[in-house]
């Protein structure tokens, strides 16, 4: 047995560590200007809008490259269509009459490229920003859809699709699903380090695009 493998043994689950190590950058997170102002009812639709146009490129890579993966794969388990998010987003922006135009620089540009690059070929550090996005997607995410008709001052659910999880009527379950196939993941120490540290930088990311859309 190799040193990586024994380390596997006596690590605590990769879930366990994702949730301990991003604790602070989850807090972070949720104290950006943009989150605060969704939830305090300040943030215009227009503005909301152009932060799901920049986000839908980055869901829409991940996407495409986790629905092409092959049946043997390490991170094929994370093909999961019922917490895609790109065609919901897609169908909202076209409801707010909103297109994601590419853009060639800035924060959004930036956590677009990485994700791309993750991607080609897909490497298995793409499950931390899987990881980042759904399981936020499906936790805070929760929460944010349920005021956000009311904080946008929407006259309807319409253009809400990103918050309605049809395919997931228990997030509960789905977390637990989704903890125990990064639990299931083959990885060794460094693989582990490498992931956590991806993570973070994920939550960077996500961070500096909020910021930027709200400083737009
Ligand atoms: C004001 C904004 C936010 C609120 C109120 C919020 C709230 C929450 C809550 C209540 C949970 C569940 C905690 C648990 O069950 O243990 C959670 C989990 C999570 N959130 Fe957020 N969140 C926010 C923003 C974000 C953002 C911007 C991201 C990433 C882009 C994010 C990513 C995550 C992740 C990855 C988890 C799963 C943690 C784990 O169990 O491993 N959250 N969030």
């Not at 104290?31 to 943030?43: I, N, P, Q, V, Y």
């Not at 909202?92 to 994700?115: H, K, M």
């Not at 990103?162 to 637990?176: K, T, W």
Request: glycine share 6%; aromatic share 8%.
């Amino acid at each position: 047995m190799d040193a990586g493998a024994a380390s596997v043994g006596t690590e605590a689950p990769l879930s366990t560590l994702l949730r301990k190590e991003t604790k602070v950058a989850h807090r972070l997170a949720e104290g950006t200007r943009l989150a605060r102002a969704f939830f305090t009812g300040k943030l215009t639709v227009a503005r909301y809008a152009e932060g799901l146009a920049r986000l839908y490129p980055v869901y829409a890579a991940m996407e495409d490259a986790l629905r092409a993966l092959s049946a043997d794969h390490p991170l094929r388990g994370f093909c999961l269509p019922r917490v895609f998010r790109a065609d919901a987003m897609l169908a909202d922006l076209r409801y707010f009459g909103v297109s994601p135009e590419p853009l060639r620089a800035g924060a959004a540009t930036r956590y677009l490229a990485r994700v791309v690059e993750l991607t080609q070929p897909v490497q298995t550090l793409l499950v931390a920003h899987a990881y980042v996005r759904y399981m936020g997607d499906v936790s805070g995410g929760i929460l944010a859809g349920r005021v956000a008709q009311r904080v946008l001052r929407l006259p309807s659910r319409e253009g809400l699709a990103f918050f309605a999880f049809e395919g997931i009527p228990e997030p509960d379950v789905f977390r637990r699903e989704f903890r125990a196939l990064l639990d299931a993941l083959p990885r060794d120490r460094a693989g582990t380090r490498a992931i956590v540290a991806e993570a973070n930088l994920a939550f960077d990311l996500n961070r500096a695009l909020a910021d930027e859309v709200w400083d737009a």
